[in-house]
């Protein structure tokens, strides 16, 4: 028997025949590395209907009983899995090196350990390094069992017997299997290593939690193939200079894909943050030129958020776009419709935007509040303190409506706001709590805030 050698794309998971330096699926460079492929020989035979068994099939009115969920003890975390955690589940969390996976994990662990049995297995540090963690947490006396092992074959022979609730493999790529015939890290590894931590997660009914590295560009290292295996997948995001750390849902089959739980990182760990609006706003300083506050949603969370923006005459030849917390693509498409349709130039300018509190915004709905904050940093007027700002900006100057308004303006009127601007068209509860001001497009937007403007 010969096995035929495949050839996979780290970044996308397609295979081919051939090794080649670029992917022809994805066009990542120096992503393809060679594994052992299917057995082509006498002993290969195709799968036909005899050798299976009859699938038990049913109807799409079948009602089945709700999912059984353990609370973790973390109200951010429970809220990001969608109530909590589901037996026979495999949970993958992501993030940069430091942002403090482990430290969540080692909380969750102490806190889901005092209802069931936890263990958390570490590929990358010593039980000493854990213990000292526990210790700094004020965690030293939780009810979790820690070892120190790389070797998946250990690992599933350990969990087979203790049978716990929850499982914590940090983290993944430190993992080998000794069936594959490939190095810790690799393509074939990580593939091989979630397949069977997930199969026996589902066959045992253990909740296991998955730690992966990230690369370079923020997604998880390795095959796209394992965040299709496991049944939720989390990004720990946050920078380095902020205390904030944004634990973000990008999948999730037992509860909403794009949840967030938000986090505040202190001396003893991770602290939850129940109102993240009034911790984004609490360091807002008086009403000044280039600040504009935009109500957001975060999953099923309202956030506002202050976005920043400056605005200085360029000493280079080039004009510089700078942009943290938001998509530097869509910044350049809002200074194009105010120069086009507004006739608000900034060509000559430096601009620098930034959503503070290390939050990053991905919803159209922040189009109106960033071109408000850009003009205002032009002009240097200051928009009102007490005003929200939501809606998405067309093309043609447009505003278009934000969905979830009422609640939008529900977190603005409780956080004590007396204003919002937003697009005509939005549906308005019948009593928002709060003064709204409707602006049918861009230019009278501008004319609003600003009034006449030296364009």
Known sequence: MTRRPTFVCAACGAASAKWSGRCDACGAWNTISEEAGLTDGPGAKSLGPSRGRKL???????????LPRALSGIGELDRVLGGGLVPASATLVGGDPGIGKSTLLLQAAAAFGRQAPAIYVSGEEATGQIRMRAARLGLADAPVRVAAETNLRDILTTLEAERPGLAIIDSIQTMWADHVDSAPGSVAQ????VHELVTFAKR???AVVLVGHVTKEGQIAGPRVVEHMVDTVLYFEGERGHHFRILRAVKNRFGPADEIGVFEMTGAGLAEVSNPSALFLSERESAAPGSAVFA???GTRPVLVEIQALVAPSPLGTARRAVVGWDGGRLSMVLAVLESRCGIGFGPS????NVAGGLRVSEPAADLAVAAALVSARQDIALPRDAVIF???????ALRPAPQAEARLREAAKLGFASALVPARTALPASPGIAIDPVADLNAFMDKCFGPIDR
Not at 56 to 66: F, R, Y
Not at 190 to 193: E, F, L, M
């Open 391 to 397: 809606g998405e900006v067309s093309l043609s100057g």
């Open 56 to 66: 038990a099939l049913g109807d799409l009115a079948t009602t089945e009983p709700p």
């Open 350 to 353: 430096d601009v620098y935007l």
């Open 190 to 193: 990580v593939r091989a290593v």
């Open 204 to 206: 045992r009914g253990i």
């Open 296 to 298: 957001g949603i975060e």
